[in-house]
Structure formats: structure tokens, C-alpha cells
């Protein structure tokens, strides 16, 4: 079992910044990799970011330049750091870790751009 607990959302105005946090816990050596997904109101939830255990990284193309996901082995923690942020990134934000067997997310954090 992998449990995912993320932070760092929150209120920012238009061209700010924010770097999301998802730290796990459990059995952490068998996920091979992680991801970022979005959820806004009333739409499907979307992939942002995704990072595998060799390194490799996938944006989505409306974060492309704006957004990087890095993890920290040692503590079991990937980031999302969100540049020049808009209003249309406002969304609920879920961390994701696939193992061979299953996959686990997190329970969101709020992430909402407005003036």
C-alpha cells in the first residue's frame, strides 16, 4: 500500500508562482512512477505532468514551459513547480504513483489563479 498526501495549493493572482508538494509513504519502493493530474469544475481530470523511476518527464502541452516535476528520492516527495500561472490552471490537484500492481492518488489540493 502507498499512501499520497500533497501540498502547497492555494490562492495566487495571475503570473504568480506555486510548487506543489506529494509525499508518500507505505510501500515506496515499488512505485516506478509518478504524475500530476487536474481536475477544474464541471471538466474531465486532466494529466499535467508525469515523472518515471528513470527520470523521464511528459508535460501536458498547456504547462509546457510553465510547469516541472521533480522528485526527491530520498524523501519519497515529487514536486510540481508552477510558473506564470493563469486562471484557466485553476483546479484541484492530484498526485498519482503507479506500481505494477495498482495505482494510487492523493486526496487534491486546491490550486486557484484569480485577481
Known amino acids: 500500500q502507498v499512501q499520497l498526501v500533497e501540498s502547497g495549493g492555494g490562492l495566487v493572482q495571475p503570473g504568480g508562482s506555486l510548487r506543489l508538494s506529494c509525499a508518500a509513504s507505505g510501500s515506496t519502493l515499488s512505485i516506478n512512477a509518478w504524475g500530476w493530474y487536474r481536475q477544474a469544475p464541471g471538466k474531465q481530470r486532466e494529466l499535467v505532468a508525469t515523472?518515471?523511476?528513470?527520470?523521464?518527464?511528459n508535460y501536458a502541452d498547456s504547462v509546457k514551459g510553465r510547469c516541472s516535476i521533480s522528485r526527491d528520492n530520498a524523501k519519497d516527495t515529487v514536486y510540481l513547480q508552477m510558473n506564470s500561472l493563469k486562471p484557466e490552471d485553476t483546479a484541484v490537484y492530484y498526485c498519482?504513483?503507479?506500481?505494477?500492481?495498482?495505482?494510487?492518488w492523493g486526496q487534491g489540493t486546491q490550486v486557484t489563479v484569480s485577481s
Open positions: 515523472i518515471s523511476s528513470g527520470g523521464s518527464t
Open positions: 498519482r504513483a503507479s506500481t505494477i500492481r495498482r495505482i494510487y
